[in-house]
C-alpha cells in the first residue's frame, strides 16, 4: 500500500494508451453499467465522431452545467428524436464532405419506446448512424419505471409485485427482430462483461456503410437491486444463462452468436437482483415464474443455436480470460 | 460565426473539476497476498512469483527467485513431496501446477548455465558465523549467512558434503552426478570456509566455535540408530535400516541376500530400504507399520511419515505393507530369524485425549521371514554438544532455531523432533541465518509463521479457462530395476505451460481487467511497473469505491478497505 502516489496522476491521465472519451468526474452512481458500456463504446470509436444523446440517465450523469465528462462533440436530444437528430447531423457532414462518424446514444426508454419511430425512420432512410442502445431494462433516470425492455416478471416501481402479479406481467420486447426487419447493414447485442466482443462490434459498426444497431446489456445496480461491485458479474450471468444472447446479424440475418460453453440456470443471475427478489418466496406462482423464466432462457438457446459444441476460444469462457500483460484480444 | 449561449453547452472533459472521490466508503488498494504454494512450502519458496517470472520467459530471474530462499533446487525439486502442490489453488479449479518440475528445471537449468548465486563477496572484516554439519540444513544456514554478508565457517564430520542428502537418499531419486554438482556449486561461494572430515568435540570443540564465531548453528542430522529388541530379543545380524541404506547408496550392495525381508517402521527410511531391497531381487519385501498408508484423506496422525508419492512408487513396485500391524515378538532359530509375530494395533485416544497406541489380544499372525530390520527412527548424535540433546533432539523454537537456554546456538532440520525431509531443513537453515544475523545486529526475535494464504474464493475464476497439467514421464514400476532416476522432469515448453497455468494467486498479473471494466475511467495504467509492483494506480480523486475492479481482479490482488 502506497498512500503517496509516485506518478502525477494528471500526467498520467493524459497519456493512456487509450482515447478517453468519457472523463472521470461523471455523476453515475457505484458500479454503472451504462457509463462503463459509454466509455467503452467511445474508446473505440475513437475521437472523430459527433454524438447525439437522448434524454436519460447518461445524458444527465455526464453533462451537469457547467461541466461535461465527454471529450468529443456531443449534443443532447429531446428523448423521442435522437435518432433523427443524428440522421440530420450525418447528412450535414456528408454534403460537408467529411468522413466523421455519428454515433446516436439512447437508453432503452429512448429506443424502445419513445425513440422508437425516429428510430425507425433513420434505418429506413439508411444513414451512416451507429445507435447504439444502453439496455439498463427500465428508466433509471425518473426512478426505475417499466419500460417495453424490462424482463418478464422483473419489478419497477410501475410493475409492483403483489396479489394479481408477479412483477412485470409482459414480455421483454424483442427489438433485435424489429431492427432485423429493416434489414440494415449491421447489428449486435454486446455486454458490458466482454469488454473484447464489445469494442470489436462497435469498430466494426464503425466500418460499415449505412444504419448500424448496436445493443449493449448494461446493469444498474440501484435499478435492479445489487451490489455495485457485483455489476459485471450480473451482466456475464445474463450472458451465460442464455437471458440476454450475445448475437450479430448482417441484413437481418444471424451471422455470429457468443456461444455459451455451460449454460447457468437462470436462477443463479435472478438471485443475485433484488428486483427478481419476490419470485424465490416459496409459493407455487413465483415457482411458475421462476420455470418460465428459464423456459425464455432455453428458447434463446434454441432459437440463436447458442449452446457451443466444447470449448471455443471466443465462447462464454474463452472471450475474456486474461493474460499477463493484458493484451485483449480487442 | 454562430453564437452559441452560455448555458447550452460545456467545455470538454471539465467534469474533472469535480471530485467524485468524496462519495466513497470503501477504498481499492492493492494488497499483495502470498499465494497457498507460498505458504505452504517448508523451505520458504515463493512458487507464484518465480511461475510469474518464468511466464515472462525470465528464467534467469525466476532462478534467483528460488534461490532467494532455497539454494539447492535441483536436488528439492527431485526430493521434496512438494505440499506446494497439495496447497495449489488450481487443484480446486483443475489440477495443481506441477511446481516441483519447474523447480527441478531451474535448478538444472542454473547449473547446465552456470548461473551464480545472487551472494555479495564478504569483506575482510565481515562478521564471522560458524555452521556444524553440511546437511541441508547447515547448508541452507551457511548460505544464507553469506547473503547476508557473513563469512562462514561450515565443518563436516564426513568426508563429503550433503549430510543424509549423499548417505540415504536412493540415486534413482536423486542421481549423484546432480547432488554432486549442486553442492560444488554451492560450496564455492565466496567467503565460505568449508572444513571436512572435522567433527566437533574431536577436532574442534562447541566452546571454540563459541569463541571465534558470532553465532553458532547445529544441523547434526540424526544419525544414531535407536535401541531396537521385541521382547528383549536381538538377532545376531540385526543392522539398521538407515546402516543398509547407507551402505547401499554408498557401495551400491548389500551385506547379505535374504529371501524375504520384514522392515520395521514407516518413515521415508523404511521405504527406501523396502524399495531398494526390491532392486536387490529380494522376492518379499515387508513393511510393518503402527500406521496407515498416506493418502488424501488419512489424518497426519494416523499415516506412515513417508510420503504419499514414495510409499505408491513402493506399491508400485511390489512391497507389501501390513498397516495398523506391531511386532510382538521375534521367531528365532538359534540367532537367526525366522519370523516374526505381528498383532493388529491401532492409536486409540485415552481418558486425558492423548493418543496411545493399542495391540488388540487375539489378533496375532506370523510372518516368516529370513531378516528383520528395523527401520524405527534415529537420535541426534551429540557428540561434543552432549547437555544440548534432549530425549533424542535438539529443542529449538519452532521458527527461529533458537536453542532452549543457550544464547547465539540456533539449530534445525531432522535434528528437531517434528521435522524430517530436506525441505524442512532448508528452511530451518534459512530462519535460524535470519535469526542469527538479528542476534548479532541486537534485534528482538518476532514470534514468526508462515504468511496467511489467500483463499481461493478470493480468486475470480470466470477469467481462466481449464487446461490440463503437464505431467514428467514416470518410469513403469518393471522397468525400474537400476540406479536410473524414476521421475523424468519436465522439458521447457511444458515448463512455460505449466507458468502459463498458474492463477498467480494474490499477485497483480497486469491483465489490464481492473482498468479495463472501471466505469469511472479512476484506474490509470502505468508504462513502467508503479510502487507497489503493479501496472496501475488508482485516481482517488475520482474513484467512487464501487468495488468493480476488486470483485473481478482474477487474482485477488485488489482489496477494498473501509475509507
Redesign the interface.
Known amino acids: ?2 498512500e503517496q ?3 502525477d ?1 494528471d500526467t ?2 493524459a ?3 487509450r482515447f ?1 472519451g ?12 451504462e ?2 458500456a459509454a ?2 463504446t467511445t474508446e473505440a470509436a475513437g475521437p472523430d465522431v459527433v454524438v447525439a444523446n437522448a434524454t436519460g440517465c447518461l445524458e444527465v450523469f ?11 462533440p456531443w449534443i443532447h436530444s429531446v428523448f423521442g428524436n435522437t435518432a433523427a437528430v443524428a440522421a440530420g447531423m450525418e447528412a450535414a457532414l456528408k454534403q460537408q464532405g467529411r468522413a466523421t462518424q455519428v454515433l446516436a446514444f439512447a437508453g432503452d426508454g429512448g429506443t424502445f419506446d419513445i425513440g422508437f419511430q425516429a428510430l425507425s425512420g433513420m434505418m429506413e432512410r439508411g444513414h451512416d448512424v451507429l445507435f447504439v442502445c444502453f439496455d439498463n431494462e427500465a428508466y433509471m433516470n425518473t426512478g426505475v419505471q417499466r419500460s417495453g425492455s424490462t424482463p418478464h416478471a422483473a419489478m419497477t416501481t410501475t410493475s409492483p409485485p403483489g396479489e394479481l402479479r408477479m412483477g412485470k406481467r409482459h414480455m421483454k420486447k424483442d427489438i433485435l427482430s424489429i431492427i432485423a426487419a429493416h434489414h440494415i447493414p449491421y447489428a449486435a447485442t454486446a455486454s ?1 462483461a466482454y ?1 473484447s466482443d464489445l469494442r470489436k462490434k462497435v469498430r466494426r459498426a464503425m466500418d460499415t456503410e449505412g444504419a448500424s444497431f448496436l445493443q449493449i446489456h448494461s446493469p444498474c ?1 440501484l435499478g435492479w437491486g445489487h ?7 450480473v451482466a ?1 450471468l445474463a450472458v451465460q444463462t442464455g437471458l440476454f444472447p450475445v448475437i450479430e446479424m448482417e441484413r437481418g440475418e444471424l451471422i455470429g452468436t457468443l456461444p455459451i460453453r455451460e449454460p447457468r440456470p437462470v436462477s443463479d443471475y435472478l438471485k443475485l437482483q433484488n428486483r427478481f427478489r419476490h419470485l424465490f418466496a416459496s409459493e407455487y406462482r413465483a415457482r411458475k415464474e421462476l420455470e418460465h423464466l428459464q423456459a425464455i432462457a432455453n428458447r434463446n438457446i434454441e432459437r440463436f443455436e447458442l449452446r457451443g459444441v466444447g ?1 471455443e476460444t471466443y465462447d462464454t ?2 472471450a ?9 484480444w480487442a | 460565426m454562430i453564437q452559441i449561449p452560455p448555458g447550452a453547452f460545456a467545455r470538454p472533459g471539465t467534469s474533472l473539476e469535480f471530485k467524485t472521490g468524496t462519495w466513497r466508503a470503501e477504498r481499492p488498494v492493492h494488497q499483495r497476498r502470498a499465494a497457498p504454494c507460498h505458504s505452504a512450502c517448508p523451505a520458504g519458496e515463493d512458487a507464484q512469483a518465480y511461475l510469474a517470472k518464468v511466464e515472462m520467459g525470465d528464467m534467469r530471474g525466476a532462478w534467483e527467485t528460488v534461490v532467494a530462499a532455497n539454494p539447492l533446487p535441483a536436488i528439492t525439486g527431485r526430493v521434496c513431496h512438494h505440499p506446494c502442490e497439495s496447497a495449489c489453488n488450481r487443484a480446486h479449479y483443475d489440477e495443481s501446477i506441477t511446481i516441483h518440475g519447474v523447480e527441478r528445471f531451474l535448478g538444472d537449468e542454473a547449473l547446465r548455465q552456470g548461473w551464480s548465486y545472487p551472494v555479495p563477496i564478504p569483506s575482510a572484516d565481515a562478521p564471522r558465523m560458524a555452521v556444524v554439519g553440511s546437511g541441508p540444513a547447515g547448508l541452507a544456514a551457511a548460505y544464507h549467512l553469506l547473503r547476508g554478508g557473513c563469512r562462514v565457517t561450515l565443518i563436516e564430520a564426513m568426508p563429503a558434503a550433503g549430510g543424509t542428502v549423499r548417505t540415504a537418499i536412493p540415486h534413482y531419486r536423486l542421481p549423484p552426478d546432480v547432488l554432486e554438482q549442486e553442492l560444488d556449486h554451492m560450496l564455492a561461494l565466496p567467503g565460505l570456509d568449508f572444513r571436512l572430515r572435522t567433527q566437533l568435540g574431536r577436532d574442534v570443540s562447541l566452546e571454540e566455535l563459541r569463541t571465534d564465531h558470532e553465532a553458532v548453528f547445529l544441523g547434526p542430522g540424526r544419525r544414531k540408530g535407536r535401541e531396537w529388541s521385541a521382547d528383549f530379543a536381538v538377532p545376531g545380524n540385526l543392522r539398521t535400516g538407515l546402516q543398509l541404506l547407507e551402505a547401499w547408496v554408498a557401495g551400491g550392495t548389500l551385506p547379505e541376500q535374504p529371501r524375504s525381508v520384514a522392515i520395521v517402521g514407516g518413515g521415508n527410511t523404511a521405504v527406501d530400504l523396502a524399495r531398494v531391497l526390491r532392486r536387490e531381487g529380494v522376492e518379499q519385501v515387508h513393511l510393518i507399520s503402527h500406521q496407515r498408508v498416506p493418502a488424501p484423506g488419512v489424518p497426519a496422525d494416523d499415516a506412515m511419515r513417508a510420503t504419499y508419492r514414495e510409499v505408491s512408487q513402493a506399491l508400485e513396485e511390489g512391497v507389501t505393507i501390513h498397516e495398523h500391524r506391531g511386532v510382538r515378538r521375534l521367531i528365532l532359530r538359534g540367532e537367526r530369524v525366522v519370523g516374526m509375530e505381528l498383532v493388529h494395533m491401532k492409536k486409540l485416544e485415552d481418558a486425558d485425549g492423548r493418543l496411545r497406541r493399542v495391540a488388540f489380544e487375539g489378533t496375532e499372525t506370523v510372518l516368516h521371514v529370513d531378516q528383520v530390520i528395523p527401520a524405527i527412527g534415529q537420535d541426534v548424535d551429540g557428540s561434543g554438544f552432549e547437555s544440548l540433546v534432549r530425549r533424542g533432539y535438539m529443542e529449538v523454537e519452532p521458527w527461529w532455531g533458537t536453542v532452549d537456554g543457550q544464547s547465539g546456538i540456533f539449530s534445525g532440520g531432522d535434528a528437531r523432533s517434528d521435522h524430517g525431509t530436506v525441505s524442512e531443513a532448508v528452511g530451518d537453515g534459512r530462519r535460524a541465518a535470519a535469526a542469527m544475523l538479528r542476534y548479532r545486529a541486537g534485534k528482538q526475535l518476532e514470534p514468526g509463521a508462515p504468511p496467511e494464504p489467500i483463499p481461493y474464493s478470493d480468486l475470480n475464476l470466470s477469467y481462466f479457462e481449464t487446461a490440463p497439467a503437464s505431467k514428467e514421464p514416470v518410469l513403469p514400476p518393471e522397468q525400474r530395476l537400476g540406479l536410473e532416476e524414476i521421475e523424468g522432469g519436465l522439458q521447457a515448453n511444458a515448463v512455460r505451460h505449466e507458468a502459463h497455468r498458474c492463477l498467480s494467486c494474490g499477485d497483480c498479473l497486469a491483465c489490464d481487467n481492473c482498468w479495463t471494466l472501471c466505469p469511472d475511467q479512476s484506474v490509470l495504467k502505468t508504462r513502467e511497473v508503479a510502487a507497489d509492483g503493479s501496472h496501475y494506480v488508482f485516481d482517488y480523486d475520482f474513484c467512487k469505491g464501487c468495488g468493480i475492479c476488486a470483485h473481478e481482479c482474477p487474482t485477488g490482488y485488489i482489496r477494498m478497505i473501509p475509507e
Do not use: F, Y
Request: proline share 11%; aromatic share 4%; glycine share 12%.
Open positions: 500500500m502506497n502516489p509516485l506518478h496522476l498520467l491521465r497519456r493512456q494508451p478517453r468519457l472523463e472521470s468526474g461523471h455523476r453515475a452512481c457505484q458500479g454503472c453499467g457509463a462503463l466509455r467503452l455526464t453533462t451537469p452545467w457547467p461541466q461535461s465528462a465527454w471529450r468529443l458490458v469488454p445496480p451490489d455495485g461491485a457485483k455489476t459485471i458479474e456475464r470449448p469462457e474463452g475474456d480470460t486474461v493474460h499477463r500483460g493484458g493484451d485483449r
